[in-house]
């Protein structure tokens, strides 16, 4: 079965810009789950979908949005870049909400 | 929302030695606890997990235990060896209907040759 997969795997913008992370979880399962990761900050909770629903959102601003589609891919849209946001986002997808989470290798986002 | 705080954040030790990382979370009602490893590099993965109606589970030279009085977990490696060192995250969730799982901020091992 193949894992946990997630496009682009680097990006670099300028601030002021958007960019939109994708996210491919392992067939079957319909649970996605986004994490920003920052050297000293740990796993980050950003939000988790389910059914093409956000069940769940962390404490980030809204310009951190998401969706998920019918065959439970996710993509997670970050609007009006700060330098602040440099870092390693990371999905996860389970199977069914609260179980265990496999996470994909990342997208390390550059913001210039 | 839950809350996971997780000790040591840095934690040397010589091979062959044992290493404990502790995490304490916020809501009662957290029933599934799971540890990530991560490799400099890599995605995290799970190495163990329990769930709130067993208080100790073993998988070779990795255990963990629950007090679920205390609100507390802890991760236990003995035998350690050099390719334990990676940084370590507890986690903690409620399951059902609402993905709140939480991470700790994550402990980074070394194990010293």
């Known amino acids: 079965k193949a894992g946990v997969t997630q496009t682009p795997r680097y990006l670099i913008k300028t601030r002021g810009q958007q960019v939109t992370l994708s996210c491919s979880p392992i067939?079957?399962?319909?649970?996605v789950s986004w994490y920003q990761q920052t050297p000293g900050q740990g796993l980050q909770f950003l939000f988790e979908?389910?059914?093409?629903?956000?069940?769940n959102k962390g404490n980030f601003p809204g310009r951190f949005s998401g969706r998920q589609f019918s065959n439970s891919r996710s993509e997670m849209n970050v609007s009006t870049l700060e330098l602040g946001d440099s870092a390693l986002y990371l999905c996860?997808?389970?199977?069914?909400?609260?179980?265990?989470?496999?996470f994909g290798p990342g997208t390390r986002l550059t913001v210039l | 929302g839950e809350n996971v705080e997780q000790h040591p954040s840095t934690l040397s030790v010589q091979e062959g030695d044992s290493a404990v990382i502790k995490c304490t979370y916020s809501?009662?009602?957290?029933?599934?606890f799971p540890w990530y490893k991560q490799e400099l590099g890599k995605r995290p993965q799970l190495i163990i997990d329990?769930?709130?109606?067993?208080g100790e589970k073993k998988d070779q030279r990795i255990a963990v235990t629950l007090n679920k009085t205390a609100k507390h977990f802890s991760l236990h490696i003995t035998e350690t060896q050099p390719e334990d060192s990676a940084v370590y995250f507890c986690?903690?969730?409620?399951?059902?209907?609402?993905?709140?799982?939480?991470f700790g901020a994550g402990t980074r091992l070394t194990v010293k040759p």
């Open positions: 996860a997808s389970s199977f069914f909400q609260g179980n265990e989470q496999f």
């Open positions: 067939s079957g399962h319909r649970s």
């Open positions: 979908y389910f059914s093409e629903t956000q069940r």
């Open positions: 809501d009662s009602a957290s029933n599934y």
């Open positions: 329990i769930r709130s109606n067993v």
């Open positions: 986690a903690a969730s409620t399951g059902g209907n609402n993905n709140d799982m939480r």
